[in-house]
């Protein structure tokens, strides 16, 4: 499976961005999909997950309430709403997809595809 992340940007504190992460060369509704960030010398961080029928999700708390992850099978892409943007989440941001044994994942280990990144700048 290929990941292609877009919609990164520089946007301001508050505002909202909307990430995609079109995949291609497998049956993408057969895999989990997952959202993960790194920042400048940071390690990559767990942003946000869904299950394979997108009907079960999971954030990490840093962004619970403000981010929404969805997922469009028919169109085999992925989506993360991004809304009240702080300066703290910026980051690279990374899609992946995976078959973790549970119906989604927050481990980076469990996901076997990853998109190159999109970078989402977010100034003060």
């Known amino acids: 499976v290929l990941l292609q992340a877009s919609g990164g940007g520089l946007v301001q504190a508050g505002d909202s961005l909307r990430l995609s992460c079109a995949a291609s060369g497998g049956t993408f509704s057969g895999y989990v999909m997952g959202w993960f960030r790194q920042a400048p010398g940071k390690e990559r961080e767990f942003v946000a997950t869904?299950?394979?029928?997108?009907?079960?999700?999971y954030y990490a708390d840093s962004v619970k309430g403000r981010f929404t992850i969805s997922r469009d099978n028919a169109k085999n892409t992925g989506y993360l709403q991004m809304n009240s943007l702080k300066p703290e989440d910026t980051a690279v941001y990374y899609c992946?997809?995976?078959?973790?044994?549970?119906?989604?994942?927050?481990?980076?280990?469990?996901?076997?595809?990853w998109g190159q990144g999109t970078l989402v700048t977010v100034s003060s």
């Open positions: 992946a997809a995976g078959r973790p044994v549970g119906v989604n994942s927050a481990r980076s280990g469990d996901y076997n595809y």
């Open positions: 869904i299950a394979r029928s997108a009907g079960i999700t």
